[in-house]
């Protein structure tokens, strides 16, 4: 992957590897915050509530953020979401109850909004547009594999009394900071259009009218609902439940469908470059769709695991492709609001797939399944349909909407 960042700025390699430490330290925190709770003599309810109230203050701040990097820039912002993160673990680590504890979960959640976002938007704006593809699968690529090694290390350091975790992440997280500020290019919290070198900032209806991003947007929901949502939620419950196989293959499964995302993102990247990006985006939604399909003709577990695989495959075709869509249509200006909506659209579709998925699963594991596989097949209907941005296309706000951005 080393390789593969040859060309690309400083400003990508910086954000790929604070990406990839960000992504790291929230698997290592999986692992440790159950045993943490136990600690604390907080209940299941609790537990679950800890989880919850990061996603979902992650899903309810990310549109402020987006607006707020229309007036800070993405730099101050990603400062500022660093900085909460670092004290809000930190504050995890010192928590003396479960109260405290979901709480300041909820807070780092914020933080984790602020980070994504502007990592996002900024990357985007960093990149060539004939090289968009490339630089998303790379960048995309070095944060799911911290995803992967996140939890295996995390399960390493369980040594180590739990609250020692979070309190070295957020230590780790504020030197990692330093490392961003150094990388990014200072944009002094200077107007959009000063900083896009003249192009005007983009406002959600503007991305609307282009006719690609609620295609984007969509099929973003397909992939938060499948690959985020249902593989770690329903189709576990199925492996046990439905196939009665052991646990330890949930782990298997899992680790499956993350190692290939990381594999193939560079290359489904370059694939997006060369396709262009409506090809790819179909292409991986029928494989999400085809991945649940199979385990439905064949429930047993190779089939489990051959879905885990596919799925794989086809979330690094959709990152891609949807991600260089987003920063095709923001014609190389700032889309703070258009980033952040297009991220809600992932974090919607990962609290109402299992929702869905899990009630359809309680009555039949194949209306769950089925249904969950139609709504990626809706988006690579969508997608063909999608047209082809190019900078005349691209509207530009109105003084009105863009105030309003």
Not at 167 to 193: C, F, I, N, S
Request: glycine residues 12%; charged residues 10%.
């Amino acid at each position: 992957m080393f390789k593969m960042f040859q060309g690309m700025s400083a400003e990508v390699k910086g954000l790929s590897f604070v990406s990839f430490f960000v992504a790291v330290g929230f698997g290592v925190q999986s692992p440790a915050l159950p045993v943490f709770a136990n600690e604390l003599n907080a209940g299941s309810t609790a537990l679950g509530a800890m989880i919850a109230a990061f996603a979902l203050t992650r899903l309810i701040t990310a549109w402020p953020f987006g607006k707020l990097i229309g007036r800070w820039g993405e730099r101050r912002t990603l400062s500022a979401g660093m900085v909460l993160l670092a004290i809000t673990s930190i504050a995890s680590g010192l928590s003396e109850n479960g109260t405290q504890l979901i709480i300041f979960r909820g807070l780092s959640g914020v933080g984790s909004a602020a980070f994504s976002v502007s990592a996002l938007s900024l990357i985007i704006r960093a990149s060539e547009p004939d090289s968009r593809g490339r630089t998303m699968g790379l960048f995309m690529g070095a944060m799911n594999l911290g995803f992967v090694a996140g939890p295996a290390l995390g399960g390493a350091l369980l040594f180590m009394p739990p609250r020692w975790i979070f309190l070295l992440y957020g230590v780790a997280v504020a030197l990692t900071g330093l490392l961003a500020m150094r990388v990014m290019e200072k944009d002094h919290g200077e107007p959009a259009e000063k900083r896009a070198g003249g192009a005007p900032a983009l406002t959600v209806i503007d991305a609307f009218r282009t006719g690609v991003f609620h295609v984007a947007s969509f099929t973003n929901v397909a992939l938060g609902w499948i690959v985020y949502g249902m593989r770690a939620s329903v189709l576990p419950m199925m492996l046990l439940t439905e196939l009665h196989e052991g646990p330890k293959w949930i782990g298997a499964g899992l680790a499956i469908c993350a190692l290939l995302q990381v594999v193939i993102l560079p290359y489904a990247g370059r694939l997006t470059d060369v396709w262009g990006r409506r090809s790819p985006l179909i292409v991986g939604e029928l494989l999400l769709a085809l991945s649940l399909i199979l385990l439905w003709l064949s429930p047993s577990l190779v089939s489990y695991l051959i879905c885990m695989a596919v799925m794989g495959v086809g979330a690094a075709l959709c990152t891609t492709a949807s991600s260089a869509a987003v920063g095709d249509i923001t014609g190389g200006g700032s889309g703070g609001t258009v980033v952040a909506v297009y991220q809600m659209s992932a974090d919607f579709g990962m609290v109402i797939g299992p929702l869905v998925a899990g009630y359809l699963a309680e009555k039949s594991f194949t209306a769950a399944l089925l249904v969950s596989a139609g709504v990626a097949v809706l988006g690579a209907v969508l997608a063909a349909f999608m047209p082809r941005v190019t900078k005349k296309e691209i509207p530009k706000p109105t003084t009105k909407e863009a105030t309003a951005a």
